[in-house]
């Protein structure tokens, strides 16, 4: 695989960033990705306090040694940490910076000020072109079959959609596991891909053996949908306790996100709820099991190290092929 644009521009051996997923992203599942030559990312809120965060930044820098990695930072109201979050990345020079739900605006700025990059979670032309405006770097297209929150948009749609009307850095998400989806990725207009759930199934993931067993033994058909962990359509592995709790809300729990004077927060107590539920499935042994996931399930069929899964990939995208229409 030849350096593209965008590795030029994050300085990077493969145009691949591991996904920053909540509760999964460790230093080590970081580190161990940056490197074999990709970007490791990783959520701030997996770590209790600022102070921590600060401390996990220090130690991937020290694991890496000057090996690029990235920081996905929500950005909405709801984040009562972000500005301190902020601070710790533009102090500690992380070197990309992944903003999702919310206005940008600030971390471009305060990121640009200390010479790093941002890219922006989107999931619409609309909010791509306001994020564009803003300054952003690049933009992380997050597709339909993605795991968490996922896009509503195929990715045959979406990426050449996005290629059409943004000048941008396009990263393609939702679904990615094999280096095939790679190739295909950037013939649609990608110049980048951000893979998550193959990174849940690795030696490193900081997650009970059963939830990496069941990124192993699910299929593509057991992805489902579910209003219940934070009020907006998140994809996990259909269990029995997703199915015993169902995947809509109610009809007091739906006014109550509607209406404007609970909605803000209704919304807090159900993310807190759910957040609870994902941390006691993600690391200890519970009936109530709640795992995020991609349609990528499919295609897992090991777990294996972070090193031999992008060594995989590459080997993958190299023997892809486009058939001709001859």
Known sequence: MEKNAFCSLLNVQYPIIAGPMFLVSDENLVAAVSNAGGIGGMPSLNWRSTADFRAAVRKVKELTKGKPFAVNLIVNKSNIRVKDDLKVCADEGVPLVITSLGSPKETIQTMHKVGSKVFCDVTSLDYAKKVEQLGADGLIAVCAGAGGHAGALSPLVFLPYLRQY?????????????????????????????????????????????????????????????????????????????????????????????????????????????????????????????????????????????????????????????????
């Open 166 to 326: 943004v000048r941008l850095p396009i990263v393609a998400a939702g679904g990615i596991t094999h280096g095939s989806q790679i190739a295909a990725s950037f013939v649609l207009g990608a110049s980048a891909v951000q893979i998550g759930t193959r990174f849940i199934a690795s030696k490193e993931a900081n997650v009970d053996q059963k939830y990496k067993n069941a990124i192993i033994n699910a299929k593509a058909e057991d992805i489902v949908l579910t209003m219940k962990i934070s009020g907006t359509p998140a994809s996990v592995i259909k269990t029995p306790y997703i199915e015993k709790v169902g995947l809509e809300l109610n009809p007091l729990e739906s006014f109550l996100m509607k209406n404007q004077l609970t909605k803000k927060y209704t919304k807090l107590a159900r993310g807190l709820w759910g957040a609870k539920l994902l941390q006691s499935a993600a690391r200890t042994t519970t009936w109530k099991e709640v795992w995020s996931a991609g349609q990528g399930v499919g295609l897992i069929e090991e777990i294996l190290p972070a090193k031999q899964i992008i060594e995989r990939l590459i080997d993958e995208y190299q023997k892809s092929e486009i058939p001709s229409l001859s």
